[in-house]
């Protein structure tokens, strides 16, 4: 029961860090809110529900690799997005749209390499 509690406590906290610092640093709080700390939790939780096994942990990794730059690409239209003077929903939309296609081509061609 706490592997599954303990991560979504720990987000939430980050949330709520994010809420106080960005009062004080916008700059902070962007950097509390990029903090890799789902990244472990999920690591945690996927290597001890298999087992420890490292074949799995590898695999997972592996998976966030791709997961990263399709979020890296989501950011980067955001930015740009906002930039072009887009209002918020729209610049969540541009970033959204990004992700899945910046994404959807990373898993595509993981899967040719791996076949």
Same mark, same amino acid.
């Given at each position: 029961?706490s592997?599954?509690?303990?991560?979504?406590a720990?987000?939430?906290l =980050?949330i %709520?860090?994010?809420?106080?610092?960005?009062?004080?640093?916008? #700059? /902070?709080?962007a950097? +509390? !809110?990029?903090?890799?700390?789902?990244?472990?939790?999920? =690591?945690? %939780?996927?290597?001890?529900?298999s087992?420890?096994?490292?074949? #799995? /942990?590898?695999?997972? +990794? !592996?998976?966030?690799?791709?997961?990263?730059?399709?979020?890296?690409?989501?950011?980067a239209?955001?930015?740009?997005?906002?930039?072009?003077? /887009?209002?918020f929903?729209p610049?969540?939309?541009?970033?959204?749209?990004?992700?899945g296609l910046?994404?959807g081509?990373?898993?595509?061609a993981?899967?040719?390499?791996?076949?």
């Open positions: 029961m592997r599954q509690i303990a991560p979504v720990l987000s939430i =980050l %709520i860090a994010v809420a106080v610092v960005r009062s004080y640093s916008k #700059t /902070l709080a950097l +509390t !809110a990029t903090m890799p700390i789902n990244i472990p939790l999920a =690591l945690w %939780i996927v290597y001890s529900a087992g420890a096994d490292q074949a #799995t /942990l590898v695999d997972f +990794t !592996a998976s966030l690799l791709v997961g990263l730059v399709g979020t890296v690409a989501c950011v239209a955001m930015y740009l997005g906002a930039r072009a003077g /887009l209002r929903l610049t969540l939309a541009v970033g959204y749209v990004a992700w910046v994404s081509v990373c898993l595509g993981r899967y040719l390499l791996a076949h």
